[in-house]
Nanobody
Framework: VQLQASGGGLVQAGGSLRLSCAASGRSIVVFMGWFRQAPGKEREFLGYIRRHTGRIYYSESVKGRFTISRDNAENTVDLQMNSLKPDDTALYYC???????????????WGQGTQVTVSS
């Protein structure tokens, strides 16, 4: 599975960004997740979606501000981020695997990451 994340950029605090993750290769990937990693910090789980049922689980830290959606026909999963804060500045990754998990180790496939920078 190859994952390509896009949509990152620079935004002011309070603004919004939409990230997209395009999957190619293996046709059946059960779960897709989003993570982020800020400099000097561990990789942080944001949420995952079960592609066939659309079931979503969010981290409490982003629930209510971030929304995950999918387009199975296009093999994409998006992360809509609203009310962004400077603390949201990080490299954002999409990941795919056979299990829905908050643990990055349970995802076998990773995109290259896309930078999100939120200015104050």
């Amino acid at each position: 599975v190859q994952l390509q994340a896009s949509g990152g950029g620079l935004v002011q605090a309070g603004g919004s960004l939409r990230l997209s993750c395009a999957a190619s290769g293996r046709s059946i990937v059960v779960f897709m997740g989003w993570f982020r990693q800020a400099p000097g910090k561990e990789r942080e789980f944001l949420g995952y979606i079960r592609r066939h049922t659309g079931r979503i689980y969010y981290s409490e830290s982003v629930k209510g501000r971030f929304t995950i959606s999918r387009d199975n026909a296009e093999n994409t999963v998006d992360l809509q981020m609203n009310s962004l804060k400077p603390d949201d500045t990080a490299l954002y990754y999409c990941a795919a695997g056979d299990y829905g998990s908050t643990d990055a180790r349970n995802y076998a496939y990773w995109g290259q990451g896309t930078q999100v920078t939120v200015s104050s």
